[in-house]
């Protein structure tokens, strides 16, 4: 047991997953090995043998923790991967907020009870030019709240085109039932026209709900209704209209030479009642569901008892602060991991390809190459828009790609590439520059088995 425990191949597993952990793990692998050769007459167990079972029971355990990883997909928002990295002042607030007390539901001039929202209210009016907003744990979470406050029991007007799955099966038809509304389905899958939203309104009518097609794209014989259309139909009839605008965009993506993505503040501009959004999206900050909007429905929505199940914690709130605080300036978006991974141009992935063949090819050099990619925005934003990009293409010498990835991502910190053909390839964009050394030595060490 003292041996095993002493080995350094395994002493290493207990600063990630704790002593008792991996002294558990020992206990159950000696006692399996005395079962067997008592019970079975099997050959007593070598201590190498033993500490090659113990390496993959507990790197399996780790695996099943939250670990560090560098993503090498290409893919800028991996839902799989956690989607946005925070910027350094979202962490240093969530830090500064974390380790203390905070004013988080106090009012520090009145020293009465406060509201936790209020701590971000006045940045999302800055940064959308809504009257006011609110913070939940999620989009989906803001989508039931929105339903749930304003259309239980009564209808929704939804065109047919609107009826999308996302990632992780979530659906809005299933979140419409399950909030207690009705659905009520106008126009067809590819036409849809103000007039069928006008034919089906009614008495039980609560909601014209529109969705942004942020993970699919329809095209050719097509026609729907814009936004300020339906906001005029919803204002003439007294009727609340809402968006579920998903990424949450909050500067045009053009600007790094991708199509334009539909803005907040173009939503709300388009005199929308209420937008929905994720905050761990094109906004860059922690995962949040954001509802932005009219003073009124927001207000409805904050004096209703679910909102305490889908609250927010102080860490959240502190993080999702700082990151919209960057929004005020040029240089402060530049600071944005996301946006920082956007600006990054071809040539520059180039360079940083090369060092990486340099300094991980040694004596394998042959194995490496620098190689054009195309990146992919992810997180259901701009589907059918690629981003140049360059990387590293890795082609094993066991000839095995699927084994050479897999021993890419058992290393600490996990490596993440992505298939192609015969080959492992790494590309450079959604990889922070200053990890390039450890992404060298990590490459390095697999190439030496």
């Not at 988080?104 to 006045?122: C, K, N, P």
């Not at 699927?402 to 053909?421: C, H, I, K, M, S």
């Amino acid at each position: 047991m003292h041996r095993l425990l002493a080995d350094p191949r395994i002493a290493s597993f207990a600063v990630r997953l704790g002593a008792t952990t991996v002294k558990r793990a020992v206990d159950d692998v000696l006692r399996a090995a005395r079962s067997n050769t008592q019970t079975h007459g099997s050959d007593v167990a070598t201590f190498d043998a033993l500490v090659a079972e113990l390496v993959e029971r507990l790197a399996a355990e780790e695996s099943e923790t939250m670990l560090d990883v560098l993503n090498a997909t290409g893919v800028l928002l991996h839902t799989n991967l956690g989607r946005a990295p925070l910027p350094a002042e979202a962490l240093d607030a969530m830090r500064a907020i974390g380790d203390g007390y905070s004013n988080l539901e106090f009012e520090l001039g009145a020293g009465v009870r406060g509201s936790r929202y209020e701590r971000v209210s006045s940045l999302l009016r800055a940064t959308t030019g809504a009257q006011d907003g609110l913070v939940v744990n999620n989009c989906a979470a803001a989508v039931l709240l929105i339903l749930d406050t304003f259309a239980r029991g009564r209808e929704v007007i939804v065109s047919r085109n609107a009826l999308v799955e996302i990632g992780g099966g979530f659906r809005l038809p299933d979140v419409l039932e399950r909030s207690g509304a009705r659905l009520v389905e106008v126009g067809t899958t590819n036409r849809v026209y103000l007039r069928d939203f006008e034919r089906a309104l009614g008495i039980d009518t609560a909601l014209l709900f529109r969705t942004h097609a942020s993970n699919f794209s329809m095209q050719g014989f097509v026609a729907d209704v814009e936004a300020r259309e339906l906001a005029a139909l919803g204002r003439r009839v007294g009727v609340p209209v809402v968006e579920d605008l998903g990424s949450g965009a909050l500067i045009d993506l053009a600007a790094y030479g991708l199509p334009h993505e539909r803005t907040v503040q173009e939503a709300i501009a388009d005199g929308l009642d209420l937008v929905a959004f994720s905050g761990d999206k094109l906004l860059g900050g922690p995962q949040a569901g954001i509802i932005v909007g009219r003073s009124a429905p927001i207000a409805r929505m904050r004096a209703n008892p679910m909102l305490r199940a889908l609250r927010v914690d102080k860490t959240t709130l502190a993080a999702l602060a700082a990151t919209l605080r960057l929004y005020d300036r040029a240089a402060g978006v530049a600071r944005i991991p996301l946006y920082a991974m956007l600006a990054a141009t071809v040539t520059e992935l180039e360079q940083r390809a090369h060092a990486l063949v340099a300094a991980a090819g040694g004596a394998d050099s042959a194995l490496l190459s620098v190689v054009a990619t195309q990146a992919h925005v992810g997180g259901g934003a701009l589907p059918l828009a690629a981003l140049p990009s360059a990387g590293v293409s890795i082609v094993p010498a066991g000839g095995d790609p699927n084994a050479f990835a897999a021993t890419l991502r058992r290393a600490r910190p996990a490596l993440v590439g992505r298939v192609d053909g015969d080959a492992v390839v790494l590309d450079l964009r959604t990889i922070p520059p200053e990890r390039d050394g450890e992404l060298a030595e990590i490459v390095a060490a697999a190439l030496r088995g």
